[in-house]
């Protein structure tokens, strides 16, 4: 009888992880929450197991010494070809235990990895144009800008970052990486990863960001190894980059010219336009990468930061290398209460084999060209502002000025003053600017243009992020 009960309270066990397994299947995989409880549950039902086993061991023990002392021989005899099938189900009752344990465990093993993290965004965006007749006349365009898709988290100790974006007219990965953190400063990245340069995250406030956007010295993503330092006092970068992200000259792409951030493609001869596709393609090759910054905590509510930064590489036409490049780049921050200044200066030069009339460059579904070599001034300011407007949290005033000279050729200077706000309110961000410039592009001009007239832009970018 009490073997019975005995079988029937393993049976009891084995019930509620298996009603536990079911209902995790059901609801999906084993969340962290649940991982101190998984483990407890583990615990009891194995020291339960060993307890029963013991009781069992006792009562066999018990009901063999009654066998031979008892005078019911009768009774013992009938009871004796129970014993084999009690055993054989003890047996399989605990295996069938063990093996739920384990599954438990694999469950818990599979929860302490946190999971990657699904993102992105979706935007749109209004434009009024002073330089475009149409756009003027309408009282401006309201057009589809992004939708966008991030991937970020860890599996084990393997970190992945990745970014791909669509827009009306094409689409483009921004960044695809894989990482390890050394220990809690040494961080490794291999992929799409970011080319450590001046002012980080971005040397800019707006939307359009600044000028050295688009010689390809901001945000810009290439396909290389990076290795990354941070503590309290000191940021240090170095990179190598195999190519750019699509590839080079001889990449897997449809269009060179469809990317996020501009990169060098080809070299404008004297008888192409600006925007004309390159006969010469090229594409940058075995580039190496650097930045250092030293910060400061100067006060509770203030900090300076100042940093140098460096690249140098090849230039490759699919065949041989045709060219060098080099840009360098000083920075500083200083940030006190709400408000921050920054400024940069960048200077860069792209010394080729044969004569050119400047470098080609693409993105957003169509060529450009920039100077071989200029020099580029950046300051900025901003202002954060906490607000309480029905969703509104933040309100964030700026004023980015960039100036673009020395360009060979004697070209006239590219100037842009970008004057917005930042509105924060929930998972929207919206930023207001006022564009003015000349000799800019996504103002009416290009880097090589040779205009003294001052263009006008007025853009709303509004943005869910998720």
């Excluded at 063999?64 to 021989?73: H, I, L």
């Excluded at 040397?203 to 960001?209: I, T, V």
């Excluded at 690249?311 to 000083?330: E, I």
């Excluded at 860069?348 to 070599?373: H, K, Q």
Aim: net charge negative; no cysteine.
């Amino acid at each position: 009888m009490k073997k019975n009960v005995l079988a029937l309270t393993i049976g009891a066990l084995l019930s509620a992880p298996q009603a536990f397994a079911q209902d995790s299947q059901t609801q999906g995989e084993v969340t962290a929450a649940q991982v101190e409880q998984l483990l407890e549950q583990m615990q009891q039902l194995q020291q339960r197991v060993a307890e029963l086993e013991q009781q069992l061991a006792q009562q066999q023990a018990g009901a063999e010494t009654n066998e031979e002392t008892s005078e019911e021989t009768t009774a013992v005899v009938a009871a004796e070809p129970l014993k084999e099938p009690v055993a054989r189900q003890r047996n399989s009752n605990n295996r069938e235990l063990r093996a739920r344990i384990e599954r438990l465990e694999e469950d818990v093993d599979a929860a302490q990895n946190a999971p990657i993290e699904i993102g992105g965004a979706v935007r749109a965006q209004y434009v009024w144009e002073d330089y475009n007749d149409g756009n003027k006349d309408r009282g401006g365009d309201l057009d589809f800008d992004l939708l966008r898709i991030d991937f970020r988290g860890e599996i084990g100790d393997v970190i992945l970052s990745a970014q791909y974006r669509w827009f009306q007219y094409m689409e483009s990965v921004q960044h695809a990486w894989v990482g390890y953190n050394f220990d809690e400063n040494w961080q490794g990245q291999l992929g799409i990863t970011k080319v450590p340069f001046g002012v980080t995250p971005y040397n800019s406030n707006s939307y359009f960001f600044s000028t050295n956007f688009y010689v390809g010295l901001e945000d810009d993503h290439d396909a290389g190894v990076k290795l990354r330092y941070r503590d309290p006092e000191w940021d240090f970068d170095i990179a190598f980059f195999k190519n750019d992200e699509s590839g080079g000259v001889d990449g897997f792409t449809s269009a060179r010219e469809d990317r996020y951030a501009y990169d060098p493609l080809g070299v404008r001869l004297s008888d192409e336009g600006i925007y004309d596709t390159p006969t010469l393609q090229v594409a940058e090759a075995n580039s190496f990468a650097t930045r250092v910054a030293r910060k400061y905590a100067l006060s509770d509510d203030s900090s300076f930061e100042w940093g140098l930064s460096g690249q140098f590489g090849q230039m490759n036409d699919g065949v041989d290398n045709v060219g060098d490049r080099y840009a360098l780049a000083a920075h500083g921050v200083y940030s006190i209460d709400r408000w921050t200044f920054t400024g940069q200066f960048t200077q860069y030069e792209y010394d080729m084999d044969m004569a050119n009339e400047g470098i080609v460059v693409g993105a957003y579904a169509f060529y450009d060209t920039i100077p071989a070599e200029a020099d580029l001034y950046n300051f900025n300011v901003s202002y954060s502002l906490p607000v309480q407007l029905g969703p509104i949290t933040n309100l964030t005033f700026y004023n980015d000025y960039n100036l673009m000279t020395n360009k060979t050729g004697n070209l006239e200077d590219t100037v842009m003053n970008v004057l917005g706000v930042a509105v924060s309110a929930g998972g929207l961000y919206t930023y207001f600017d006022l564009v003015t410039a000349k000799n800019q592009p996504f103002a009416g001009g290009t880097l090589a243009g040779n205009s003294s007239d001052y263009n006008t832009r007025f853009n709303i970018n509004i943005g869910y992020y998720f």
